[in-house]
């Protein structure tokens, strides 16, 4: 089983794909069509486009992995309110708020204001923190990470 998603940076895909016995994917596809339906067919045009694509789709997610990964470390390094145990590699980390405050609202209150989109902490369990993506161009990465600093300091929009 394997995505698209988080490794090539296509999460707005929606696709994947599974390898299992015919039993296995029966009952797979038994559970997706009973939960989310079928998939709209250009998502599965969309994967067939990435798979033709994925040295591209990998060098890209690979100097995000890097690139940005650093630049995300330097800015959480600068905030005294937040911190995180840098993850081994990959699109994703999680940061919490030194205040210990639920961060949901102003999470959400950020999105409505900002347009910062970060996942709140309390769908794993830690409501005072949130995971962060730096699976984009740098020139947004940066402007989020400016916006999301306001946010997490309470600054008015």
Same mark, same amino acid.
């Given at each position: 089983?394997?995505?698209?998603?988080?490794?090539?940076?296509?999460?707005?895909?929606?696709?994947?794909?599974?390898?299992?016995?015919?039993?296995?994917?029966?009952?797979?596809?038994?559970?997706?069509?009973?939960?989310?339906?079928?998939?709209? $067919?250009?998502?599965?045009?969309? /994967?067939?486009?990435?798979?033709?694509?994925? @040295?591209? +789709?990998?060098? #890209?997610?690979? !100097?995000?992995?890097?690139?940005?990964?650093?630049?995300?470390?330097?800015?959480?390094?600068?905030?005294?309110?937040?911190?995180?145990?840098? $993850?081994?590699?990959?699109?994703? /980390?999680?940061?919490?708020?030194?205040?210990? @405050?639920? +961060?949901?609202? #102003?999470?959400? !209150?950020?999105?409505?204001?900002?347009?910062?989109?970060?996942?709140?902490?309390?769908?794993?369990?830690?409501?005072?923190?949130?995971?962060?993506?730096?699976?984009?161009?740098?020139?947004?990465?940066?402007?989020?990470?400016?916006?999301?600093?306001?946010?997490?300091?309470?600054?008015?929009?």
């Amino acid at each position: 089983m394997n995505s698209l998603t988080k490794v090539y940076g296509l999460s707005w895909a929606r696709c994947g794909w599974v390898f299992a016995p015919p039993a296995v994917t029966r009952a797979i596809g038994h559970v997706l069509l009973t939960t989310a339906g079928s998939a709209p $067919p250009s998502s599965a045009a969309l /994967g067939l486009a990435a798979f033709a694509a994925h @040295e591209q +789709l990998w060098q #890209r997610s690979h !100097q995000w992995a890097t690139t940005n990964f650093q630049r995300v470390k330097q800015w959480l390094d600068a905030q005294p309110h937040l911190y995180w145990q840098a $993850p081994p590699h990959g699109l994703f /980390g999680f940061v919490w708020h030194r205040s210990g @405050e639920n +961060l949901r609202s #102003r999470i959400e !209150q950020g999105c409505a204001d900002r347009g910062v989109l970060v996942v709140p902490g309390q769908f794993f369990g830690a409501p005072t923190g949130f995971r962060l993506a730096w699976s984009c161009h740098e020139t947004l990465l940066e402007t989020g990470l400016q916006q999301l600093e306001a946010v997490m300091v309470g600054e008015p929009p």
